[in-house]
């Protein structure tokens, strides 16, 4: 059973520096605070400086003392959870860690790991210079979650040298029989090996295993939709004028049809982004300054709402409500679905506004300004996507209407083949 209590290195009528004792199986640390105080103002029954006046900083070391025991009983907590051996070599690298006394990395997987998202919210995302998103830090925590649940199912402690190609394949077994989707496994692979990544330029990994091409983010191609300009003009015909909150999504969604723009994006516009005829935006996700023409459904939209943009909700909220927008303006046509859970394809049979979000707008724009014959790289400039393979693959153009594109193309240009 672990113990920490709080005592002074001396007796002496000097000021004496504050000290954590640590016991657990018979082994103690002592690990020195910041802190010294008068013998005379300590109290020894319980473990803090007295509560009177004549020490100023009374309460500053009290809150720290109490606060360090609290952080050093749930770590080891934590580790009884996770089945960890307790170590005083572990217990004080923790409270290095955790007061950062020193610039000590954690030398284990786990406690990498742990350190590494707890930094998070503190580091920049290098591509733009921001913070790192909410969403990533939650993917973290939830790789996080994963290998350790399945370091428990394997009775063993997984650290930097057990990740090899028979730990991937036992890993990725293990993720298939919680009946994760198949793009879901590759993005706690893709995360793992950010963790691997970090720690092998720090020197703490030298396992390279992981960087073998058979120890692969695995993914399979979504099967998504967009709606055609037939669609969006159903919906913008919709007459929702009694539903207020409906039309205001409506509204939105609109906006993003023929902009471009990503929920995020799309959240936070205000009409100092208007200038002019453009919309002019800092993307979130990139950092990159983009300029979007404002369509005449976009311009009607902002006479409708005095020169702003109709007001956001919660994407999950959002997403309820276009499915409903969509199922009132007949959006029904009969769609399939195909996934991968737990390493077995399944199909299911779905009405369309059924598989609307507020992501099918983007797509919506992409692919039916592509379908125009508007240049691929120019809406590549507003989407952000990197590549022409990987913006090919996000929008929803089937092989038969690249065909048609080709053939449009041809007459459009004059450009027929001529016999000679």
């Given amino acids: 059973m672990a113990t920490i ?171 298939k029989s919680k009946k994760l989707a198949t793009n879901t496994i590759g993005k706690k692979i893709q995360t793992l090996k950010i963790f691997l990544n970090s720690a092998t330029e720090k020197g703490i990994n030298t396992n390279l295993s992981y960087k073998n091409p058979r120890f692969k983010a695995i993914t399979e191609e979504s099967e998504t939709v967009y709606l055609n300009e037939t669609e969006l003009n159903k919906i913008h015909n919709l007459d929702l004028t009694n539903r207020p909150k409906l039309d205001k999504v409506k509204d939105l969604f609109l906006v993003g049809c023929w902009t471009g723009l990503r929920f995020s994006d799309l959240s936070k516009l205000t009409p100092d982004n208007i200038k002019g005829d453009l919309i002019e935006i800092e993307q979130q996700k990139t950092g990159n300054k983009v300029f979007i023409p404002l369509h005449p459904i976009v311009k009607e939209i902002l006479n409708k709402y005095n020169g702003v943009f109709p007001q956001s909700i919660s994407n999950q909220r959002f997403n309820e409500y276009i499915k409903e927008v969509c199922k009132l303006a007949g959006i029904d046509t009969p769609e399939h679905k195909a996934i991968t859970k737990g390493g077995i394809k399944q199909s299911k049979k779905y009405k369309k506004y059924e598989l609307v979000t507020s992501h099918t707008a983007r797509r919506s724009f992409a692919t039916n300004l592509y379908k125009s014959g508007f240049p691929a790289i120019s809406i590549m400039q507003i989407t952000g996507h990197k590549t022409e393979k990987a913006f090919l693959k996000y929008i929803k153009v089937t092989p038969e209407e690249h065909a048609k594109l080709l053939a449009l193309h041809w007459n459009k240009n004059k450009q027929h083949l001529k016999i000679v």
């Avoid at 802190?35 to 809150?63: A, E, L």
């Avoid at 005083?88 to 923790?94: I, L, P, Q, R, S």
């Avoid at 969403?135 to 057990?162: A, H, W």
Wanted: aromatic share 16%; glycine share 2%.
């Fill in 5 to 175: 209590r709080f005592n002074l290195k001396d007796k002496k009528n000097t000021p004496q520096t504050i000290r954590l004792i640590f016991r657990h199986n018979g082994k103690k640390i002592i690990y020195y605070t910041p802190f010294k105080v008068y013998p005379k103002y300590w109290n020894v029954t319980k473990g803090r400086v007295k509560n009177i006046t004549t020490v100023t900083d009374k309460d500053k070391i009290n809150i720290y003392l109490n606060e360090i025991e609290t952080a050093l009983k749930k770590w080891v907590t934590d580790q009884q959870s996770k089945n960890e051996t307790i170590t005083t070599d572990k217990a004080k690298e923790f409270l290095n860690i955790y007061t950062g006394k020193t610039e000590q990395t954690p030398k284990t997987l786990f406690l990498y790991i742990d350190n590494f998202i707890q930094k998070a919210p503190q580091r920049l995302n290098i591509s733009t210079g921001k913070p790192v998103s909410y969403k990533m830090i939650r993917e973290y925590k939830r790789t996080f979650f994963y290998l350790q649940e399945f370091s428990k199912r394997q009775n063993k402690n997984i650290d930097f040298k057990d990740i090899n190609l028979d730990f991937y394949e036992d890993f990725t077994t293990f993720l």
